[in-house]
């Protein structure tokens, strides 16, 4: 069976999954900037993916995120007089993945409520990340994994 090579960075991965920690002890984490931590390599180069495996790496490390019970799903929800108001995905990650998905499905990856909309808050302010399993530091190199 053919197969393509991986280019991954462990160390970079390693590096992302730190900063996300360090990150979420100040502010919340959108999930456009893990569109962006999976889809740029640590000199700003473009990755070789689609936009559905840029979307798909992005929703795995959100996953890697929530599941060690560090982080919890949220978005922003526009008002009517123009003010946001935040809230928790009462059913967590897998309500949060539905509305991911039918986001990205309904105006793809540069759509502003994918990107500017959900977003993950740290529950445990000033624990360090843990350490990053092989699945996760995948996502960051050139590849098709899905």
Known sequence: ???RSKTVDREYAKTIVDYLYDE?????IFFGFIIGVVSFDREDAPYEKSEADRFNHALRLANFLISEGDFSPGKS???EN???????????????????ENLFDGGGIDNIDLVAGPWLIKNNIGKSAPTV??????????STIG
């Open 82 to 100: 123009g003010n946001f108001r935040k809230t928790l995905y009462e059913d967590g990650f897998e309500e949060f993945r539905q509305d991911l």
């Open 24 to 28: 979420g002890d100040r502010d919340i």
């Open 77 to 79: 929800i526009r008002q």
């Open 133 to 142: 399993p092989n699945s996760i530091s995948e996502l960051f190199g050139d």
């Open 1 to 3: 069976m053919w197969s």
